[in-house]
């Protein structure tokens, strides 16, 4: 996918690209309540351990989504990450720059790019 639409981060050696797509969106959505609600979710998780497995169950949703992709794509198959690939191939320490990975993930992911007609001031009237 190209960078406009994702974050990259490391897992085990192996570079992962971070996508929202629709599909992603609304398993976050089937989660969370939506996007808008997961920041405030993540921030009020009760436990050190539950906060980290919402951000490890964040990453393996939106790296997987690139991966679904190129399958989808590709004849030859990539292996889906799984949770618990992240948590052996990971540190704690780690989490905090993927936190900055989901987050300019699902910024990309939710950007709109708007572009405004420019109007012809030299054909009007004046009245």
Do not use: C
């Not at 198959?77 to 799984?82: G, P, Q, S, V």
């Not at 052996?88 to 993927?98: G, H, I, N, R």
């Not at 950007?111 to 004046?126: A, C, G, L, Q, Y």
């Amino acid at each position: 996918m190209t960078n406009e639409r994702s974050a990259k981060i490391t897992i085990g050696g192996l570079d992962y690209e971070l996508i929202l797509t629709t599909k992603a969106t609304k398993e976050i959505a089937k989660r969370y309540g939506g996007l808008e609600d997961l920041g405030e979710k993540l921030m009020k998780a009760e436990n050190f351990e539950m906060a980290l497995d919402e951000i490890v169950w964040l990453i393996t949703l939106l790296a997987n989504q690139n991966i679904y992709i190129h399958n989808r794509l590709n004849e030859e198959k990539k292996e889906l990450l799984t949770e618990d690939d992240v948590e052996l191939l990971t540190s704690p320490a780690e989490m905090a720059t993927f936190k900055d990975a989901i987050m300019e993930a699902m910024f990309k992911g939710t950007k709109r790019h708007i572009e405004s007609e420019e109007t012809d001031t030299k054909n009007e009237v004046d009245e």
